[in-house]
């Protein structure tokens, strides 16, 4: 009886304008992500983006949150809804932490395997924003979708290959510059979590089509 009644009641679309909003900061987190690769002098103006980007992240996640506390009917399950947004909002904290460790090494130059790298993230983020917008539709996208998790999926796996090759030429580049090895293996090392934090934002997405399907 209950299920029946909570069919009629309309659901609470607002989830999907804080979903497309959120999408939208990805892209341009990973964006700016990928200037300051590039180094230059635009490499703070870039980091004060990506923190900028990742504080209004944070401002609809917790939109989201208070949302599924109060609403009735949402459009996916609960725990669905908050796993989704808590996936998201650590792809933009995996941003931040990765410029925050590029200003702490004062990196100013950075090699091509992690401009490669950051492409990866840019394309992923790309992706992730095409998805998050199907959602509201999931069965009649759901080919599309399925299609789209996949690319996500193949690109974390490019990621790590260049990843591995950019290790490999760190370790014999730097074999008499420890701090180099240090610096260049941690900016490494977040950009790998990047791209597995948009692997996470694709599972999710998948878990979601497979219950509502």
Known sequence: MLNW??????????FFDHFNQHAEILVAGAQALRRLLDGGDQ????????????????????R???????????PFDRSDIRD??????????QMQKTAKAILLFEQRQFP?????MGDEIVEAAIITQRAVSMLKEINRNAAELGELTHRVTDLEDRSDRIYDAGMKALVK???????????GAEIYD????VMDRFED?????????TENL
């Open 201 to 209: 934002v694709s599972d999710r997405i998948s878990g979601i089509l």
């Open 43 to 62: 490499i703070e103006a870039n980091c004060q983006t990506i923190m900028a980007r990742e504080d209004e992240a944070d401002a609809i996640a917790h």
């Open 64 to 74: 989201v949150i208070l949302a599924v506390r109060k609403t009735f009917i949402t």
């Open 173 to 183: 580049g730097t074999k008499q510059e420890p701090m180099a090895y240090i610096a």
């Open 5 to 14: 009644f909570q069919a009629l009641l309309p659901k609470e679309e607002a």
């Open 112 to 116: 091509d395997a992690m401009r490669e």
């Open 84 to 93: 989704l947004i808590n996936s998201m909002d650590d792809a933009i904290d």
């Open 190 to 193: 977040h950009l790998e979590k």
